[in-house]
């Protein structure tokens, strides 16, 4: 059996095995299993899976494929979430407190999510009375609605807006503190943020 032969072979059964276990997750999250705390679930697939108060807290989530998926009340604290595509997928009043890693945020609902300490790129995202406290906004972020959102003590030094240099963003209501720290030159009090002191 020539080298080339044995390649192909090789490369077509990793092909089915991938698939065999992106099916399995898949199936899983459509059977009604929700517990995945703990686990180690890189590069699995959940898109369009319905993981409504689903737990994937202190769970591996490298890589994973959230997209489309409905993730309302969702527990991923601890977690790892470096390369997580949440694209199009509905994370309302989720828990993504203390995660570890950078997620891919395009056209996502973050409404009243807990979301302590992550990091946050975004376009086109919901954060309407979500807890954003201490976390980190940075890159060049788009068509988002931080309305009625907590920011204080949340750094967005390293934000942008878009290259054409319009604020595309809502921040009516969003709450911020002497801790916020916002771009150079931006103005809080122009796009209806209100200052309010800490809690502590």
């Given at each position: ?19 065999a ?50 993730l ?53 995202c ?31 030094r ?43």
């Amino acid at each position: 059996m020539g080298s080339n032969t044995v390649s192909s072979m090789v490369r077509n059964f990793t092909f089915i095995v991938t698939a065999a276990l992106t099916f399995s997750f898949a199936s899983l999250a459509c059977a009604g299993q929700k517990d995945f705390h703990d686990q180690d679930l890189t590069g699995k697939n959940f898109d369009n899976g319905s993981l409504n108060g689903a737990d994937f807290s202190d769970a591996i989530l490298k890589q994973v494929h959230f997209d489309k998926a409905t993730l309302r009340h969702a527990n991923f604290k601890g977690a790892d979430i470096s390369g997580v595509w949440f694209t199009g997928a509905d994370l309302t009043e989720a828990d993504l407190s203390d995660t570890k890693g950078t997620s891919v945020n395009i056209r996502s609902h973050f409404d009243k999510a807990i979301i302590h300490g992550m990091d946050l790129h975004c376009n086109d995202c919901s954060f309407k009375g979500a807890d954003l406290r201490e976390s980190k906004i940075s890159g060049y972020i788009y068509n988002c609605d931080f309305s009625g959102a907590d920011l204080r003590g949340v750094n967005m030094r390293g934000m942008s807006v878009t290259a054409g240099g319009s604020d595309s963003n809502r921040w009516k209501g969003a709450l911020y503190d002497d801790d916020t720290a916002w771009p150079e030159g931006f103005d809080p009090k122009a796009v209806g943020a209100i200052f309010k002191g800490s809690d502590k």
